[in-house]
């Protein structure tokens, strides 16, 4: 049974940190491409990070050089570590993950169920 189950969100006010963590299950985590997406009120999902099997990263435009992906796979867990948050990165956090290169929902395999990061000004 796969599961992706993410932690790390709360409340921060603008300028702060937050980690999230994703501890997966269930498949083989080295071998797979993963991605941290987000979705805010009214708006569709989008991808925000990305990691290849090989460590291999990339970032949208409005989070790029504030937030950092990585993964540990001896761990089979994957992080975001975000930085100088913003109001405008208030949303839910979803860990994903796909056989292949991530870059649109429709390509992710697997879901975790979410968590909820809320930056006050």
């Known amino acids: 049974q796969v599961q992706l189950v993410e932690s790390g969100g709360g409340s921060v006010q603008a300028g702060g940190s937050l980690r999230l963590s994703c501890a997966a299950s269930?498949?083989?985590?080295?071998?797979?491409?993963m991605a941290w997406f987000r979705q805010a009120s009214d708006k569709e999902r989008e991808a925000v990070a990305v990691?290849?099997?090989?460590?291999?990263?990339a970032y949208s435009d409005p989070v790029k050089g504030r937030f950092t992906i990585s993964r540990h796979n001896a761990e089979n867990t994957l992080y975001l570590q975000m930085n100088s948050l913003k109001p405008e990165d208030t949303a839910m956090y979803y860990c994903a993950a796909a056989p292949q290169l991530v870059i649109s929902v429709g390509s992710v395999r697997y879901w975790g169920q979410g968590t909820q990061v809320t930056v006050s000004s």
């Open positions: 990691i290849y099997p090989g460590g291999h990263t």
């Open positions: 269930g498949y083989t985590f080295s071998s797979y491409y």
